[in-house]
């Protein structure tokens, strides 16, 4: 797990280098960095190719085709060798020769040091990187070749580009192929070797099963094979004697653990999936219930599940818990990046130095409000102060029991601030229109910011009353 | 998910258009419910239909019942189409029809915009909906239809008025029996169009077999293919040329993918449905160890149990989780619909502005005690206030030794309340009787809240020794 | 579920019952308590039964043997009935007579009203409470008495006296028994009923099957049942027409549904069973490995694991977490009822007032700690008072560099509060010799709660004083 | 569970006895650490053998391989005995004098008493310690001996030195290779008492079975018992007569439940393997939606995505959690082992006393960042003060607009400090070159230890003051 973490982190130190060489002045200049000693553009010696090279990546694409053919033809040849044409023997030799190339090759590809995260380009040390030259030189046992196929799933399942789902059932079912086709080898193998050949599983179905074409042979082969790791188990072929029983014992025993195998990976792939809609629900007969053993109103019970509706909608964005998993500097860098532009702009933060507006959007939260969402009642308390991002609000507000004044406040503007700041409860009741994205600020916060200096204090009020006058 | 939550933001996104067409002027005008408006009452252009006309939806419904039937007929049709009448494919003619007028339909169907969650009902953005059109298209193809059946399940899945377990059974139950049916008809294809009718799955057990009536047939087919899929496997009938070899191949590697998912969803389903019994006994487990352990007198014992109870018993309605998750304004709202009634009329707070008993009201949390618990214990510290929502305590104090003075309160009356503002350790005892729903009201917060005008400091203080006095 | 938690707080109703019949004086007598209406004591009206009453649940459980008798004679009589003799129909006379004499019991069994939680005798409200009437009038169906079955195994899953695991293997059991005894049976008469003997599922093999005896064809038919219902399959026995086709086909679907299920139970028990071994594997797996890491000296390493191994072992006992899910007032009366023995002795407190040590003693933490562990290190911030309840520690300080003073102290004294009351980094290292039980009390909840009055104060540095001097 | 951690704790309880015993003086003497006073330096009394002893740990594994001999010719013996050679019996005979032997050997073993968690070795109540030697004469029956595997396996379950997956499967393997074992001799037992050969599962398949040798016949007893556990049923052996009918009807109810355990565990140690790789995947699709949907400049979204990587990396360690679990004291003597070191070297604390150093550091926390990443921003709020333990970070300021000073930190030196002292917002953009491990004091908590002394604080502002000028 931590190699392949390693291997997402060198990705990403890949993908860095090639922004910075695309080159953003200052900051980059004075960090001689990780990243900029990998990939391509990075001079290597001669003779000596980058992991991360396309070229190499597509001879490794090449060779798990070749791993695929080899442990397709391996066992078949185990079994039908003499019946098998000599031109398959040729191409086992030239496949054989790509993977000696493979281990030639491993002396003049770079690779990146565990501790340090650089790649190394010395002869000296690829040559003493001996683990994974001794792995390579395994390749020669054709079924070891095997590990490059595990060793693409382990990364697939980790690639954010490829469903896990389909990823994981892919892998599963190909071992599961695998198998059937090993065994129904081996089976067809010990029939074929064995001395009375009316005795065999085949045999006593096929009695001349010998004179058969090869396709024929081996669908049976792979049908026995198939019917036996189902636990079909139909009867019309099965062991005729000692051997076969021996071999079906160690097989249906294999097959337990494969199944077994196969059904916990599905259960977990099943939970896994399902488990965002079981939440949904929920959730929404929670609120519904509650709504209706209270006796709510319609429109509280409609406020209730349209906002948890957008809720479980965002979670699948998951916004808050990935900022919160961050550390201070990448979230406040986030937030100046996102929100700087329209705290700036705000009527109130007008005349503020850089550094307190800076500090102020750090600690702002942004929040989804669904359509037709109360986000201010009148007469609450004043906790926060929120700032519009995007979409829109009404206020409806009645400082005198027959003067109504609506308002509408969009992108940009402010609303809850004569509440925090004059210390009185709110005034209005502000409520949705549509979709409205909005930056909420802790009314302590604002005040432990603004008290730092007492001029800002001063620029604060003195905006909020050139407003109102 | 999202775009099924899509569609439940589109419901309430819905209601919120037609709330504004409507135009409002005033808070509670501005509200009317959403029963009463859903639907019918959008002026739409002529000719445009809602999709949430109760005729269009029975239209679909209708439509849903005409794709089971041709998911049903089409493979049947597929095996036996030599043996059937006429008449049936006059029916498919028919069918075909109905899904063409299916796709002229959608011109004329007002859709919900992803982006503003309105109704759009613009003949030319209609037509432009390429995506729901090009979809519609598809069913020209017979089994394509089968996606209709899909989404409806997971329509299904996500409303609360179906029980989930039996949704996704049913859901599951269908395919499995769609598995089944093409599969046995494919197989008797198979041994049907066989040069040699004797040397198939079917004609080695039936010789005569094509002479039977279609049912023998059908049963028989059908009978194979559910043992096979459920690794029965009697073997009375199983293939007996490559033909079915290989489709026997593909059925059971396809029938382990598909057990193996159908028990995946069971386990799931199962987790699901248990775990509120097993926290139930995991957590009075612990108490009634904890108990015996301690040796702790047999009323404490009891009143922990039924506290636990009481608990799980309301924690099927999830009410404080529920709330939490909500924001603050629509908290409020609730509290003050569900609570201002009663706490307005408590004798400590006569004499409150609107405004202050709101902010009370805001900050109360609301419990369940069973009958005979204790909620505050004399001599204790006091540091909450509270109000009876519903049911009785009985209070019991003794400032002096020999004199004992009881009580009976009950919904409306307040208790806790000489400790907290006289700052003095809690004078009672006091005991729920019934099942009893309380306001609490931290002691900290009471005193924020009041603090915020030295006249409603003074008001409480009155309040509390008139009564005393 | 609700009613089952309802039903357990009847049932911790009536053991309170029985302890105030016993008699404490003063609490009680001013309780009209809910208990105190319950239960056999408690004087019904004539004629009316307690549902608690023994006799009443003996005649329940005897009605269950008989249940179970019904559903085991049930299909046996429906498929051998021409072979049985006739004194079975008999006892089923007799049985039934024993459900209508439970009908008419009915009448007399007073009832437990969902709303008040009170029992019920009034003849006229109990005849009225229809629901429970009614249900047991489908008890005249045979299989219908099943559902007494199924309400038993209801209960017991919630009893903590039973074990989880083995309740529910027993329920599913009992299920899968009852199904193959079920199909079994009706497979045995389809093969009675058809026309010919020779073509069915049992005559293809035991010709004349009609002649053997009763046994031979019960064992032949629930053999049949089992080999289907667990997918084995031999062959042996297999449908040989349409009509037993049609049956395995839904015996066979039914099964799958079976089957899964039971999987799904069994991984369900099984991950809940595995859940605590793994939770422990897991946590010292990742302390040992921080220790290596770090290469932490020896003596660290041996004080982290055997922390972590009590705390496991007394998390099975969950005390903290089952404490917090209590109110306060319960918390508080336990507090008082374990630990004021213990506190009430310490010197420290002496003169402080009943009030002042229950408050400080409902503040308290109980925490255990292993051997050889340090509770305190010299030179630590002091942060808490501790106080031993059981086991000992040893104390070392060197208050000047070749000065060494060591102490054991045992259960009733305290330690750290020279730190927390002088406000001075802690002189002692204190380590425990054995398993020892703590009570923890933060410092600034001490000070809290003797700012309260200035003598306490006092009292509580006069006693510091005086032990020191 | 409970007691297998008592084992646990015995296990560490045993070293604090031994340690006791050695009787202790000072600090570092008295914790000879654990290696070195395991087991063999106890002064047990003459003839008393400790439990630890590893003869005694020997003589128990050899008994396991006995009980494995035991456990597997048991049921051959009971199907084949009158086929044996006679020596067998005389293997046995030995094997039970070796079970004698350990029931003598129980009254010689000291045991570890439960409550005081130390070694007993008197005699007397040795003997009296009556459930181990309860159990251990039942170990005269064979069968039960299996017991011993059993507690092997739980002790192996909760040994970290073993992979969790592979001891929990070769567990299950076991079981279900003995209930094979067990099923196929007894089923042969059956056939070969059974009265007419011809009749029964071999006799049917295998005409003339007894005079076959007992390879064959019992391969082809093990096939068929494998053939039935799996649920493959070929159906080429299978019931003949009514005795195999109900012993074949009891084996597959048994199977049943075997598979469903099987593969209930298997699905608990999937969904445990895989949780770490889920987990993974979510986060880090979560980060870069969240990156794509904000259109983040790549170089925000790669610190996100490096710092997740880093974050699942080292969570693999636990190395927060871990520590959070532990008392305080463990915690500080941890942190003061590993940061004291160089925290004492940091130039802002020289002059400090041991004592407050060691308050400062027991307050720190340990992070680790991926090499780029910014850890302060310029013109952030000061809240933490930074160490660093390894790796280097750069800083860049630019207290003038063309003014760049930058600079380079190592291990040991400490940046945030003007910011936090000075109270001003950070001056410098502070970013890692490569993986460095950083402590981080909060602010209030820095202040809050320095405050204590007036003298401190002036030792802190002239040591900042020494480095500016």
């Given at each position: 797990m931590l190699c392949s973490c390693m291997n997402c982190l060198q990705h990403f130190g890949n993908d860095s280098f090639q922004l910075e060489s695309g080159g953003y002045s200052m900051h980059n200049d004075l960090l001689p960095s990780?990243?900029?000693?990998?990939?391509?553009t990075i001079k290597l010696r001669k003779h000596i190719v980058s992991p991360y090279d396309p070229r190499y990546r597509l001879w490794e694409k090449f060779l798990i085709v070749l791993v695929l053919y080899s442990a397709w033809i391996c066992p078949f040849e185990f079994a039908f060798r003499r019946y098998l044409p000599s031109t398959i023997f040729l191409v086992d030799n030239i496949i054989n020769s790509f993977f000696a190339i493979d281990i030639v090759l491993t002396f003049f590809v770079a690779f990146v040091d565990h501790k340090s995260y650089l790649l190394v380009d010395e002869p000296k040390r690829i040559a003493g990187h001996s683990k994974s030259l001794g792995f390579k030189l395994?390749?020669?046992?054709?079924?070891?070749?095997?590990h490059h196929v595990n060793s693409l799933f382990a990364r697939l399942e980790k690639d954010?580009?490829?469903n896990y789902f389909w990823t994981r059932c892919t892998k599963l079912f190909s071992v599961t192929l695998f198998a059937v086709h090993c065994s129904g080898c081996f089976n067809y193998m010990i029939a074929d070797r064995?001395?009375?050949?009316?005795?065999t599983w085949i045999g006593a179905v096929i009695?001349?099963?010998?004179?058969?074409n090869l396709w024929v042979r081996y669908v049976t082969a792979i049908y026995w094979s198939i019917t036996t790791l189902t636990t079909t188990?139909?009867?019309?072929?099965?062991?005729?004697n000692t051997r076969e029983m021996v071999f079906g014992i160690c097989y249906m025993l294999f097959n337990l653990g494969l199944t077994s195998y196969l059904i916990g990976n599905m259960t977990n792939l099943v939970v896994h999936g399902t488990s965002h809609t079981k939440n949904f629900r929920d959730t929404i007969q929670a609120a519904s219930e509650f709504a209706s053993r209270n006796k709510l109103p319609k429109h509280m019970e409609e406020q209730m599940l349209s906002h948890i509706c957008l809720r479980f909608k965002t979670e699948g964005l998951k916004q808050q818990e990935t900022l919160d998993g961050l550390p201070k500097a990448i979230r406040s860098s986030i937030a100046e990046y996102l929100f700087f532009p329209i705290v700036q702009k705000v009527y109130l933060f007008q005349g503020f130095s850089f550094n307190l507006i800076f500090q102020l959007v750090t600690e702002m939260q942004a929040e989804y409000y669904p359509p037709k969402e109360d986000v201010i009642l009148q007469?609450?308390?004043?906790a926060y102060l929120y700032i519009i991002v995007s979409g829109a609000v009404v206020s409806n507000f009645s400082l005198l029991p027959n003067l109504q004044v609506h308002g509408r406040l969009t992108a940009g503007e402010i609303f809850g601030e004569i509440g925090v700041l004059c210390n009185m409860s709110q005034p209005f009741t502000i409520r949705t229109t549509e979709l409205t994205q909005i930056l909420r600020l802790n009314r302590t916060t604002l005040f432990n910011i603004i008290r730092q200096s007492r001029q800002d204090a001063t620029i604060v009020m003195s905006n909020l009353f050139q407003v109102f006058n």
């Amino acid at each position: 797990m931590l190699c392949s973490c390693m291997n997402c982190l060198q990705h990403f130190g890949n993908d860095s280098f090639q922004l910075e060489s695309g080159g953003y002045s200052m900051h980059n200049d004075l960090l001689p960095s990780l990243g900029a000693t990998i990939n391509h553009t990075i001079k290597l010696r001669k003779h000596i190719v980058s992991p991360y090279d396309p070229r190499y990546r597509l001879w490794e694409k090449f060779l798990i085709v070749l791993v695929l053919y080899s442990a397709w033809i391996c066992p078949f040849e185990f079994a039908f060798r003499r019946y098998l044409p000599s031109t398959i023997f040729l191409v086992d030799n030239i496949i054989n020769s790509f993977f000696a190339i493979d281990i030639v090759l491993t002396f003049f590809v770079a690779f990146v040091d565990h501790k340090s995260y650089l790649l190394v380009d010395e002869p000296k040390r690829i040559a003493g990187h001996s683990k994974s030259l001794g792995f390579k030189l395994l390749s020669v046992l054709r079924l070891w070749r095997l590990h490059h196929v595990n060793s693409l799933f382990a990364r697939l399942e980790k690639d954010i580009r490829f469903n896990y789902f389909w990823t994981r059932c892919t892998k599963l079912f190909s071992v599961t192929l695998f198998a059937v086709h090993c065994s129904g080898c081996f089976n067809y193998m010990i029939a074929d070797r064995y001395p009375d050949p009316e005795r065999t599983w085949i045999g006593a179905v096929i009695p001349n099963f010998m004179e058969h074409n090869l396709w024929v042979r081996y669908v049976t082969a792979i049908y026995w094979s198939i019917t036996t790791l189902t636990t079909t188990g139909y009867g019309d072929l099965h062991a005729e004697n000692t051997r076969e029983m021996v071999f079906g014992i160690c097989y249906m025993l294999f097959n337990l653990g494969l199944t077994s195998y196969l059904i916990g990976n599905m259960t977990n792939l099943v939970v896994h999936g399902t488990s965002h809609t079981k939440n949904f629900r929920d959730t929404i007969q929670a609120a519904s219930e509650f709504a209706s053993r209270n006796k709510l109103p319609k429109h509280m019970e409609e406020q209730m599940l349209s906002h948890i509706c957008l809720r479980f909608k965002t979670e699948g964005l998951k916004q808050q818990e990935t900022l919160d998993g961050l550390p201070k500097a990448i979230r406040s860098s986030i937030a100046e990046y996102l929100f700087f532009p329209i705290v700036q702009k705000v009527y109130l933060f007008q005349g503020f130095s850089f550094n307190l507006i800076f500090q102020l959007v750090t600690e702002m939260q942004a929040e989804y409000y669904p359509p037709k969402e109360d986000v201010i009642l009148q007469n609450e308390a004043p906790a926060y102060l929120y700032i519009i991002v995007s979409g829109a609000v009404v206020s409806n507000f009645s400082l005198l029991p027959n003067l109504q004044v609506h308002g509408r406040l969009t992108a940009g503007e402010i609303f809850g601030e004569i509440g925090v700041l004059c210390n009185m409860s709110q005034p209005f009741t502000i409520r949705t229109t549509e979709l409205t994205q909005i930056l909420r600020l802790n009314r302590t916060t604002l005040f432990n910011i603004i008290r730092q200096s007492r001029q800002d204090a001063t620029i604060v009020m003195s905006n909020l009353f050139q407003v109102f006058n």
